[in-house]
């Protein structure tokens, strides 16, 4: 898998968006970005992923870079139930996904 | 809804008391997956089923085994479980390699 950094966290104001920063400079042409997240005590959730252009679902957006060096995930109005571990994945096989150390997003009230 | 049904979801076993826990899934999809998750770590692959066909990652020790005897159910077997083996251990599915869909998790207590 390409490496992939992230900060170890982040707050957010309730209603605001929240905007997760993932760093993936060694990506290849053809592996794709995934985000999960993780809720406390729960299994990890499937957000979105994406190649070269930026995607959107009910969920959230996700931004690539023309070089694909990194990526933005967007949540447009974040609240208490989207704290959680987010975690940017880039696999060189669907098969396989590596969790790196993701980033513990804490929506405020 | 369709889902990925993990159960128990919390286990207790003894010390070197072989464990089984299972997961079934009604999303009929081809692939399912096992991780380990300790406490504050990351989720990490153990083994997954292809349709039929087992891949071991390479680090997964020998103590961890699988079975999968039909589309929708696979399980996991500790032989002898130590200490060191208390987590979550997360199923999850996939069709063809595309996203991975996540059960609750079962977490595993050894004493």
């Known amino acids: 898998d390409a490496k992939t950094t992230q900060p170890t966290s982040m707050d957010c104001a309730e209603g605001r968006a929240a905007n997760l920063p993932c760093n993936h400079s060694t990506i290849s042409g053809n592996e794709y970005v995934y985000w999960y997240r993780q809720i406390h005590s729960q299994g990890p959730q499937y957000i979105i992923h994406g190649l070269k252009n930026n995607e959107t679902n009910e969920m959230a957006s996700l931004i690539i870079t023309e070089d694909r060096k990194s990526s933005t995930l967007i949540l447009p109005h974040a609240t208490l139930r989207d704290t959680a571990v987010y975690y940017c994945?880039?696999?060189?096989?669907?098969?396989?996904?590596?969790f790196g150390s993701g980033t513990q997003l804490t929506v405020l009230p | 809804d369709a889902m990925v049904i993990q159960n128990p979801r919390y286990q207790v076993t003894q010390f070197g008391k072989p464990v089984t826990l299972s997961c079934s899934q009604t999303?009929?999809?081809?692939?399912m997956y096992w991780y380990q998750q300790k406490s504050s770590q990351a989720p990490k692959l153990l083994f997954h089923?292809?349709?039929?066909?087992?891949?071991n990652e390479a680090d997964t020790p020998d103590n961890f085994q699988s079975r999968r005897p039909n589309t929708s159910f696979c399980f996991l077997d500790i032989r002898s479980p130590g200490l060191g083996d208390a987590a979550m251990y997360l199923c999850?599915?996939?069709?063809?390699?595309?996203?991975?869909?996540f059960g609750p998790g079962t977490r595993l207590l050894v004493l």
């Open positions: 999850a599915t996939s069709r063809d390699l595309v996203t991975q869909y």
């Open positions: 999303l009929n999809h081809n692939v």
């Open positions: 994945i880039a696999p060189r096989s669907a098969r396989q996904l590596t």
């Open positions: 089923y292809y349709d039929k066909d087992f891949n």
